[in-house]
């Protein structure tokens, strides 16, 4: 069986067993429709980043900077509703922009001048958070305040129409397209193969660097549209948004079979990994507990499915040389 499916079966499992766990334990406090919707619901924002974190984990890179370009696109929008009256549309094309750029930046910082991912968005992440509060909406005495964004048609898109938010509409869309993206087109196989083997990558004439910058942007325009629906659905922007973010879409595609090493995961992995994130939080806060413990949970669970992707990239390895060692002494 190879590996990604392995690890989205184990994915699936951890979820249903989350799932009846908090049900026997919590009954009907968790175990209702309204709650269900609640969780995919919570999920939507980190599965859509995710899409774009996935592409830069397949790369064998990272993203410490999504939490931060949230909030600067939050803030771009709000300083645009604030002071103009250009219309909602224009106002959300420039949050898009805005994401854009700074995903863009990255991978420029990170592709054209070669700093390790890991320190690149570490920098960017700061640089993104204090150009928020730089932006900023202040009253007259220069203090820092959220700006309302109560405006009916902003306002709807955190929503819901019936039992289907419209993040969760979009959530579906980014799933679907990022899964046929990657699997379906040569900028996808390009990406895999940038993460499985820099070096073969390039030999065989991709242009790494030209991969990791729109992988980048892709980041930037995600986390754009994910502040979108969290300001709408707050019906504010303020310079808190994202604050703390940049685990979760990590967490989640890690959870969700996306290898650290880089080569291998998927989309569906990262939704399946998001939804059981959100399902660990939100029944810890129906049975009352400490929410440290879910931060615990979390990490050991992390611990453990790295543990088990390098143990199972070993095991295939050995197993890749022991046959290639018998087809040579059989030649």
């Avoid at 599965?47 to 064998?60: D, P, R, Y």
């Avoid at 990994?273 to 949970?297: C, H, P, S, W």
């Amino acid at each position: 069986m190879k590996q990604t499916t392995l690890r989205r079966l184990i994915s699936l499992g951890m979820l249903a067993a989350l799932i009846v766990l908090f049900s026997i334990i919590s009954g009907t406090r968790f175990f209702n429709a309204n709650n269900f919707v609640e969780i995919v619901r919570d999920s939507s924002v980190i599965a859509i980043i995710g899409v774009g974190v996935t592409m830069a984990i397949i790369t064998a890179g990272i993203d410490l900077s999504t939490g931060s370009i949230m909030a600067v696109v939050g803030m771009v929008m709000a300083n645009i509703y604030a002071y103009t009256l250009w219309p909602i549309p224009i106002m959300i094309l420039c949050g898009l922009a805005a994401g854009l750029l700074a995903g863009f930046c990255n991978g420029l910082i990170i592709g054209k001048l070669h700093v390790p991912e890991f320190i690149g968005t570490l920098a960017t992440m700061s640089v993104f958070r204090a150009l928020t509060y730089i932006i900023a909406i202040k009253d007259a005495n220069g203090v820092i305040e959220s700006q309302a964004m109560t405006h009916s048609s902003y306002a709807v898109l955190g929503y819901a129409i019936g039992y289907f938010y419209f993040v969760v509409i979009a959530m579906i869309v980014f799933v679907v397209c990022g899964q046929i993206f990657l699997k379906y087109t040569r900028l996808g196989t390009e990406i895999y193969a940038v993460g499985a083997n820099p070096k073969a990558a390039t030999l065989s004439g991709i242009d790494v660097a030209k991969v990791k910058v729109i992988v980048y942007t892709i980041v930037g325009f995600c986390c754009a549209v994910g502040s979108i629906f969290t300001t709408a659905r707050l019906q504010s922007a303020t310079t808190a948004i994202g604050q703390d973010f940049e685990f979760n879409p990590i967490a989640a595609a890690v959870v969700g079979g996306v290898a650290l090493s880089g080569g291998s995961g998927d989309v569906v992995g990262t939704l399946i990994g998001a939804l059981f994130m959100v399902t660990l939080e939100n029944g810890v806060r129906k049975l009352d507990m400490n929410t440290a413990y879910q931060y615990v949970i979390k990490g050991v669970i992390i611990i453990l499915v790295v543990m088990f992707d390098a143990w199972y990239k070993g095991r295939m390895d050995r197993k890749a040389r022991e046959e290639g060692a018998k087809e040579g002494i059989g030649a």
